[in-house]
């Protein structure tokens, strides 16, 4: 049974960092390209950041520049590092493949709240 799991988020003011983590239960997980989403309230789930296999990355105009996308294929797990945090980056924070399937069910996904 595949099973994501993020974590990380929190609280923190305009200007800071969090970084996140998603676990993921994925025999492939090292040839899949994986990726960031965030679901603001009352917005649609939006695309932050892909990275493929051997680690070739691609953002989101919106955090081009002040997200990194990194995985560890051994661990089977993800990673987002979010600096210079504004309010517009409040959401809730998913991980899963970057053409989710039903076969990867989304997870419960992180919080992650900026305060101005």
């Known amino acids: 049974q595949v099973l994501l799991v993020e974590s990380g988020g929190g609280l923190v003011q305009a200007g800071g960092s969090l970084g996140l983590s998603c676990a993921a239960s994925?025999?492939?997980?090292?040839?899949?390209?994986m990726a960031w989403y965030r679901q603001a309230p009352g917005q649609q789930r939006e695309l932050v950041a892909t990275v493929t296999g051997d680690g070739a990355t691609n953002y989101a105009d919106s955090v081009k520049g002040r997200f990194i996308i990194s995985r560890d294929n051994g661990k089977r797990t993800l990673y987002l590092q979010m600096n210079s945090l504004a309010p517009d980056d409040t959401a809730v924070y998913y991980c899963?493949?970057?053409?989710?399937?039903?076969?990867?069910?989304w997870g419960q996904g992180t919080q992650v709240s900026v305060s101005s």
């Open positions: 994925i025999r492939s997980f090292g040839i899949l390209i």
């Open positions: 899963n493949t970057a053409n989710p399937l039903p076969r990867y069910p």
